[in-house]
């Protein structure tokens, strides 16, 4: 799915930036994608990042802060429409759901909607960049079983491309707690494995008891997955 953000200034639009790779950065300096020169804008003032299919508008500890539809954040999923203040300037986030798609394979539908792997992403996960862009492998089902929380002796099926965990009515795991951020963290399926990244809140994910921080963390089979008040083992179905 195409996206963009749309770059006004009061009520002129002044650019037209296209979403592409697996980084964007926004600030005042030269070498940001989108870069605003105004004094209101920190250097790197902010970025967007691909978790799964989904775009997430990171803050960069900002002088002024980040602003999306009139709320400070500090990581945002991003959604068709949304206005994200920086400084004086305003970007609108457009996501074109007209845009042709290829029609995948049907057991292999969910597998193709992943994000692409940078090198860097490669190497963190284990995986040779060139088998990470061409190898398709037939991945085993994934599944989490609910240890304790609301949600306790429940398995959800990891068959989508995107799983998402938070206090949001829209998650697909929900999980309870002070510092637990509406969508706190996504499970993605991709070609070499499942992974859980951090997404938003001040609870972030362990995974055996070790915090999920920037980079997404591969899992394993029998692997604890701990947030807010919720415990959860993830396990691959081989059956499947």
Known sequence: ??????????DAVIGEYMLEGDEITIGRKPGNTIQIDNLAVSGRHARVVRVGSKLVLEDLNSTNGTYVNGERITKHVLKHGDRITVGKHTLIFVEDQQAPQPAPEPEEEELEKTVVLTPQRAQAAGVKPKAAQSTRVKLPLGEVRIISGPLAG???????S??????????RIRVKGLMVGKQAAAITRRP???FIA??????????????????????ND?????????????FLNKQA
């Open 162 to 171: 995107l799983t998402t965990i938070g206090k949001d009515d829209h998650c």
């Open 222 to 234: 029998g692997d604890v997955i701990e947030i807010g008040d919720t415990k959860m083992q993830f």
């Open 198 to 219: 951090y997404v938003e809140g001040f609870t972030k994910p362990k995974v055996n008891g070790e915090t999920v921080d920037e980079e997404p963390r591969r899992l």
């Open 154 to 160: 429940r398995t959800i099926e990891l068959s989508a």
């Open 192 to 194: 070499n494995g499942y």
């Open 1 to 10: 799915m195409a996206a963009k953000m749309i770059l006004k200034f009061r």
